[in-house]
């Protein structure tokens, strides 16, 4: 009995298909939910009103270069985040996740109160560039849930959080932010002609997002747990006081129970481990006596000895020596570029479909010359269009809780995204079109592309996630990796809106209102090439892992 206890401890592979799966951190995941709502709050609550407040800055009194200027407010915030977010990818390696995290909030809470006050363009894009260079948080929050989640049977559930709560987050953001952007012309008996509303009009939903943002940076001070293998056993003195006033509460007294450090360092044990099969095992962990995993000492000693394994691990942890050609093997670059080329195509139609919706009819239009040349707006104001970006929210939200996990699980993500690549372009060649439509089947128009742009990004984004996250040599090399991958995906959300403002106007100009559109398909066609290239790294198929997966189910 002894002796098999001691094969069945030594065996990783015995050890891992035997023991049952660890359960899902749904704690944890919910406080990095509360600290995800507070961006596309942020984000995404600019788009109902950017047409208008470029009016008000009185820049130009051509109407056609309105969508230019608001393109470049859009990408402010994106090229400045692509500047530093390799930077605060390297740093989340270095100092951990979660300071990196609440510096990202902190910065958005500022940038959205300067943006708030912004009397013209000038101080708008400084504050759009502040959010932007503060914030590092869309590399580190995949860095951070990749680390909390190291079972592939939990990879569709939890890559599909996220963007449950950014969908939360579009639906709040959009509504709060066409309701309250001018509140003395909206609500004149609340808000007085004159008053503080009135010369910055645009104040009020940025107080609102403030706050919001205000409300996360609390709740991961106090308790959100770092997740780097190297630094969770740590101290962290805002945890233990968000543990102690659960303590206090007689329902959340078991939430505040610690996790013991033996629990911890099992974790580092796993974090340690490729997430992929090599050929070559990385040094410090050739043998099975030598490795972690093996020590007599995690089974036989207690507390005391905790430090020693732990200066063990950190050990094995600086032995690793990943370099770059390590760390950027073709997989994880091919997934990197795939990401961006998405993340530009699907950027440009998250700014540029706003100002589709605000841009009034022309009135003196072009003649129409099928299938190219054509001209015209919907002309919806604030309002309208705040209430339609939360509509697609809402729907998008169904789609992230309901629809994503079992296509993802069924189909498997390599394959989900291939599908998806394949088709994406088309949706851009028929958005222009919309205006041609009769007037009473334009809004059934609308409310069809957004369900066809919400269905497929809502597919591609985690798919891509997943992929990118076991393409990774190393868990330890995840910050890096997602820090790349955050910076190129900034880079062409910038570039995005700055080029689609610029030919949406020069289409206005010319009588060809689709042509930033269709440019945006020949991007999505460039993505379907990249994205047709991506190879599991493992070497086994979806089918494989899916079969897998429902074994160890079972």
């Given at each position: 009995m002894r002796n098999d206890s001691f094969v069945r401890t030594t065996s990783p592979s015995m050890d891992h298909s035997s023991r049952p799966l660890p359960p899902f951190p749904r704690r944890q995941m919910l406080v990095l939910a509360i600290c995800r709502i507070c961006e596309p709050i942020a984000f995404m609550g600019i788009f109902p009103y950017i047409y208008f407040m470029i009016e008000d800055f009185n820049i130009t009194d051509d109407k056609n270069q309105i969508s230019f200027y608001a393109g470049m407010v859009t990408s402010a915030f994106t090229f400045a985040e692509f500047s530093t977010g390799l930077l605060w990818?390297?740093?989340?390696?270095?100092?951990?996740?979660?300071?990196?995290?609440?510096?990202?909030?902190?910065?958005?809470?500022?940038?959205?109160?300067?943006?708030?006050?912004?009397?013209?363009?000038?101080?708008?894009?400084?504050?759009?560039?502040?959010?932007g260079l503060l914030n590092g948080n869309m590399g580190v929050l995949q860095t951070t849930v990749a680390e909390l989640i190291t079972v592939k049977a939990h990879q569709p559930r939890a890559y599909t959080i996220m963007p449950v709560v950014w969908c939360l987050g579009s639906i709040v953001g959009p509504m709060i932010g066409g309701a309250l952007a001018r509140p003395c012309i909206s609500y004149p008996s609340i808000f007085p002609a004159g008053s503080i509303w009135d010369k910055y009009p645009y104040l009020l939903p940025n107080l609102f997002s403030a706050f919001i943002v205000l409300i996360g940076v609390v709740n991961g001070i106090l308790f959100l747990e770092e997740t780097h293998a190297g630094k969770?056993?740590?101290?962290?003195?805002?945890?233990?006081?968000?543990?102690?006033?659960?303590?206090?509460?007689?329902?959340f007294r078991k939430c505040a129970e610690p996790r013991d450090e033996k629990s911890k360092l099992a974790e580092i044990?796993?974090?340690l481990q490729p997430l992929i099969d090599h050929d070559e095992q990385l040094p410090g962990y050739r043998t099975k006596e030598n490795s972690p995993q093996n020590s007599p000492r995690l089974i036989a000693t207690s507390g005391p000895?905790?430090?020693q394994d732990t200066l063990d691990l950190e050990r094995g942890r600086q032995d690793l020596g990943l370099g770059i050609s390590r760390i950027f093997t073709r997989p994880v670059v091919l997934n990197i570029v795939s990401f961006g080329i998405l993340a530009f195509h699907t950027m440009t139609f998250?700014?540029?479909?706003?100002?589709?919706?605000?841009?009034?009819?022309?009135?003196?239009?072009?003649?129409v010359s099928l299938p190219f040349q054509f001209v015209g707006g919907f002309g919806l104001d604030s309002k309208t269009v705040g209430i339609i970006l939360s509509a697609q929210g809402a729907y998008q939200l169904v789609v992230?809780?309901?629809l994503v996990p079992p296509v993802l699980k069924r189909m498997g993500p390599r394959r989900l995204f291939r599908f998806l690549v394949i088709i994406y372009f088309a949706l851009y060649l028929i958005t222009p079109y919309l205006v041609l439509l009769p007037e009473d089947y334009r809004m059934v128009g609308v409310g069809l592309?957004?369900?066809?742009?919400?269905?497929?990004?809502?597919?591609?984004?985690?798919?891509?996630?997943?992929?990118?996250?076991?393409?990774?040599?190393?868990?330890?090399?995840?910050?890096?990796?997602?820090?790349?991958?955050?910076?190129?995906?900034?880079?062409?959300?910038?570039f995005g809106p700055t080029i689609s403002g610029i030919l949406y106007a020069v289409g206005l100009q010319t009588g060809y209102s689709g042509l930033a559109w269709w440019c945006s398909a020949l991007v999505a066609i460039g993505g379907a090439v990249v994205g047709l290239q991506i190879q599991d790294p493992s070497g086994n198929s979806d089918d494989n892992a899916n079969r897998d997966d429902d074994a160890g189910a079972s």
């Open positions: 990818g390297r740093l989340s390696d270095r100092i951990g996740r979660k300071p990196v995290l609440l510096t990202g909030l902190i910065g958005t809470a500022l940038s959205v109160l300067i943006f708030g006050f912004a009397p013209n363009l000038t101080v708008a894009l400084m504050a759009r560039a502040i959010g969770k056993l740590k101290p962290d003195r805002g945890l233990e006081l968000g543990n102690w006033i659960l303590s206090a509460l007689p329902n044990d796993d974090d000895s905790i430090s998250d700014q540029l479909f706003p100002v589709f919706l605000s841009t009034t009819p022309p009135e003196h239009p072009k003649p992230n809780m309901f592309v957004l369900v066809w742009k919400c269905t497929f990004s809502s597919m591609a984004y985690p798919s891509n996630a997943i992929m990118t996250a076991d393409s990774a040599p190393s868990h330890l090399a995840l910050g890096t990796i997602n820090g790349v991958a955050a910076s190129t995906a900034s880079l062409c959300r910038a």
